[in-house]
């Protein structure tokens, strides 16, 4: 059964940084692109970023291009958003999901909350 757990989470200044991870299980990890997703209190779930299966590919949204940065490490199953910059706007629950740009799964967990303010 198709497994994610999101981590890393937590309170940070503007301005400073995270890495949220995202372990994987129950699946073919390495053959499935993966992505990152965040829902703002009363906003909508969005895109954040996309990695292709080998990392070779991968896409941000215009909101966080610059400041994150996906990557994966297959022999770990594990996907990562470094987030560098963090602005109070990052605010959210992140989460992953396989795809690279749309949901595949959407079997969404918990999450894992960040939270951006001085």
């Known amino acids: 059964q198709l497994q994610l757990v999101e981590s890393g989470g937590g309170l940070v200044q503007p301005g400073g940084s995270l890495r949220l991870s995202c372990a994987a299980s129950g699946f073919g990890f390495s053959g499935f692109a993966m992505s990152w997703y965040r829902q703002a209190r009363g906003k909508e779930r969005e895109f954040v970023a996309g990695?292709?299966?080998?990392?070779?590919?991968?896409k941000n949204a215009d909101a966080v291009k610059g400041r994150f940065t996906i990557y994966r490490d297959n022999s770990k199953n594990m996907v990562y958003l470094q987030m560098n910059s963090l602005k109070p706007d990052d605010t959210a629950v992140y989460y992953c999901d396989t795809g690279y740009s749309q949901p595949l799964n959407q079997d969404w967990g918990p999450g894992t909350q960040v939270v951006v303010s001085a």
């Open positions: 990695i292709s299966t080998t990392g070779t590919s991968t």
